[in-house]
């Protein structure tokens, strides 16, 4: 009797995680590519994509900002990084409205020198309700000359 009993939660329970589970659960991702060929070939042979929407959740991948030979200050890598963003979400039909997370990964040691020039371009961008946000320091990123990565996860409009 007792394992019987034990038998019924075990069933009842497994059929409430199933009533439970995301609608989206078992379909299939989407993935949206680069328009450019080159950027497109990139990242066909590394094996990434510009964004993946799974269910009501976009994931873009990180973006880098990277300082043009001559530039003396970082907004204008943030700029061009804010601006690839922009048209990635654009693409996928959403806003900077819908930036559930906003995630910075900084090279270095100077954080702070970072965020000084971040801040202001981020907030031509970003307006309230702010998303939540992960400022994380590394000692490398994928670019060599890449000072900032920047990622975010949206809400599917």
């Known amino acids: 009797m007792h394992h019987a009993t034990i038998r ?3 069933i009842a329970a497994a059929l409430s995680l199933a009533a439970t589970a995301p609608a989206h659960a078992g379909e299939p991702k989407q993935t949206l590519m ?3 060929p080159e950027a497109r070939a990139f990242q066909e042979a590394v094996g990434f994509s510009d964004a993946v929407v799974h269910g009501d959740t976009i994931y ?3 973006v880098v ?4 030979p001559g ?3 970082l907004a204008p890598a943030y700029e061009r990084a804010f601006a690839r963003l922009d048209a990635t979400i654009k693409r996928l039909g959403a806003t900077w409205d819908d930036v559930l997370v906003f995630d910075t990964f900084h090279a270095g040691t100077n954080m702070a020198r970072q965020l000084d020039d971040l801040v202001p371009v981020k907030n031509r961008y970003i307006k309230a309700p702010f998303p939540a946000w ?5 000692t490398e990123l994928y670019e060599p000359t890449a ?3 920047i990622k975010l996860t949206l809400r599917k409009p």
């Open 134 to 138: 992960t400022a994380v320091g590394v």
């Open 71 to 73: 530039e003396t200050g």
């Open 60 to 62: 873009l991948s990180g």
């Open 34 to 36: 680069p328009e450019n």
């Open 147 to 149: 000072v900032t990565e």
């Open 65 to 68: 900002a990277a300082p043009m």
């Open 8 to 10: 019924r939660a075990a």
